[in-house]
């Protein structure tokens, strides 16, 4: 599968679509979730054009990994998320209901989440 340049996640990238940033690195961007579904829900998506985090982790340098999981954690820390827990998500494919083809972390926190799956 060919990563698409018009998704999305691509357009914030380009800058051709707003989106609420918290955080902002050489190799990922990190920005408020359009329907969030905790009181902290962020979405980090690192710069490079990669699908899924299989894209990503068969794919990306060592400094755009690097990069990457750095921010992932700085923003957690910095939504203040450390001492009361949090969730990451990445959805992969169909089983994974991924819905937008360029590779993101979901940052989940703020309230207890619950348990890991529903059970549909
Ligand atoms: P996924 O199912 O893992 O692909 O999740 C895609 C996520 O992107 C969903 O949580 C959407 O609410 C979110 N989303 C879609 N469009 C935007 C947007 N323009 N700005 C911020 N978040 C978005």
Known sequence: MAYDHNNIFA??????????KTFEN???LAFQDIAPQAPVHILVIPKGAYISLDDFTA???????????????QVAREAELVTGGYRLIA???????????????HILGGRALGAMLTKT
């Open 59 to 73: 794919k990306a340098t060592p400094a755009e990994l690097d990069g990457f999981w750095r921010a992932v954690g």
């Open 26 to 28: 050489t190799h990922a």
């Open 11 to 20: 357009r914030i990238l380009r800058g051709e679509i707003p989106c609420k």
């Open 91 to 105: 959805n992969h494919g169909a089983n994974a209901h991924q819905e937008v083809p360029h590779f993101h972390v």
